[in-house]
């Protein structure tokens, strides 16, 4: 099955400064990487996502970029604000699977 | 839309007892999945619905766990007996045919 794992595990920056995650994936047959901002107590919010037939996808302040030879796909957020502090996780699917499987979250941390 | 329900949000229990989770997708939405999320596993897929039906429940830990779908608008995850190991958020997630899924706020599960 499918493996995914996400790096680092927390990350600290300081407000205004970009913020990038990495997630790596196992199943070449994956096309479907979505993201989601987990704040604390509710529930993981889908904030971008990307289908393996593009290669980058932008949203305001958030872009996600996808390498499928290499089998990886990154997070990048730019001018961070306090309010982008929470938990980030990356995952894959085969679209038509719906099984979606997560990396183990990015606690991200923007510094006033 | 009030988005996806879940109830109870907190839920406390002894050991051997029976413990129920209740999820009301959003209007619309034919897929559902049950997902649990520790700090040891981080986010499961315990099992999903397509139109009511179960697909796939490969992701449920053993018998004392069992999900249905009755209608559209419910579905129930119960645990028959709870132990200490099931402490835990469940979350209920819902999409329709554009793939995104959405998440409810979750209950947390604390079983002593």
Known sequence: GENVEQ?????????????????????????????????????????IDIRSNVGEKKDQRIAVTLNK????????ITETQPEDSAV????ASMIAGNMLTFGGGTRLMVKP | DAGVIQSPRHEVTEMGQEVTLRC??????????WYRQTMMRGLELLIYFNNNV???????PE???SAKMPNASFSTLKIQPSEPRDSAVYF??????????????GTRLTVT
């Not at chain 1, 030879?69 to 990048?76: G, P």
């Not at chain 1, 980030?88 to 995952?91: G, K, L």
């Not at chain 2, 179960?54 to 449920?60: A, E, K, L, N, T």
């Open chain 1, 88 to 91: 980030y996780f990356c995952a």
């Open chain 2, 24 to 33: 009301k997708p959003i209007s619309g939405h034919d897929y559902l999945f």
């Open chain 1, 69 to 76: 030879t290499a089998k990886h796909f990154s997070l990048h």
């Open chain 2, 92 to 105: 209920c997630a819902t999409r329709s045919n554009s793939y995104e899924q959405y998440f409810g706020p």
């Open chain 2, 54 to 60: 179960p697909i796939d429940d490969s992701g449920m």
């Open chain 2, 63 to 65: 018998d004392r766990f």
């Open chain 1, 7 to 47: 790096h680092p595990s927390t990350l600290s920056v300081q407000e205004g400064d970009s913020a990038v995650i990495k997630c790596t994936y196992s199943d070449s047959a994956s096309n479907y990487f979505p993201w989601y901002k987990q704040e604390l107590g509710k529930g993981p919010q889908l904030i």
